[in-house]
């Protein structure tokens, strides 16, 4: 199967740092499945800035070395929407979350016919069934990785 054709999931920031600067434990199934290349994960311009710029926060308090290697590991493993073939157009109207910072994720997770978003925001749990009847994605905490898992 080629890396285009993988099922693809959407992270948002916070997940992103808990799979590569953190190690979150309750991570582990999602990163073991990304780097095993049984699901791809996918971002745009407007995610990558933010990864970037929250990755540089002094309040991290992680040393440069262990920012560096987390820096490579998101570059490693995900995907630019951009350099993906488009899903199939569903022309919907996406459910607004309440916070304007995270509506980014719901339109890439949309715009790539993810199976998933994965965040611990509870802004964005709590347009879940919305979104999964608007546009068919689930929108999960890490730590349920496994209703994913079970449809790969």
């Given at each position: 199967?080629?890396?285009?054709?993988?099922?693809?999931?959407?992270?948002?920031?916070?997940?992103?740092?808990?799979?590569?600067?953190?190690?979150?434990?309750?991570?582990?199934?999602?990163?073991?499945?990304?780097?095993?290349?049984?699901?791809?994960?996918?971002?745009?311009?407007?995610?990558?800035?933010?990864?970037?710029?929250?990755l540089a926060y002094p309040e991290l308090d992680r040393d440069a070395g262990k920012r560096s290697a987390a820096a490579l590991s998101y570059a490693a493993?995900?995907?630019?929407?951009?350099?993906?073939?488009?899903?199939?157009?569903?022309?919907?109207?996406?459910?607004?979350?309440?916070?304007?910072?995270?509506?980014?994720?719901?339109?890439?997770?949309?715009?790539?016919?993810?199976?998933?978003?994965?965040?611990?925001?509870?802004?964005?749990?709590?347009?879940?069934?919305?979104?999964?009847?608007?546009?068919?994605?689930?929108?999960?905490?890490?730590?349920?990785?496994?209703?994913?898992?079970?449809?790969?």
């Amino acid at each position: 199967m080629s890396i285009r054709d993988l099922p693809r999931v959407v992270l948002d920031t916070n997940v992103g740092l808990d799979l590569w600067l953190f190690g979150d434990p309750r991570c582990a199934p999602l990163r073991e499945a990304v780097e095993t290349r049984r699901v791809l994960v996918v971002d745009d311009l407007r995610c990558r800035a933010e990864w970037q710029r929250v990755l540089a926060y002094p309040e991290l308090d992680r040393d440069a070395g262990k920012r560096s290697a987390a820096a490579l590991s998101y570059a490693a493993w995900v995907a630019d929407a951009g350099t993906l073939p488009a899903a199939p157009a569903r022309p919907v109207r996406l459910p607004r979350c309440e916070d304007p910072d995270d509506q980014k994720f719901v339109e890439v997770a949309h715009a790539v016919g993810a199976l998933a978003l994965f965040t611990r925001d509870n802004a964005l749990l709590a347009l879940a069934r919305r979104i999964k009847a608007a546009s068919g994605f689930m929108i999960l905490t890490p730590a349920r990785f496994g209703r994913v898992a079970a449809r790969l």
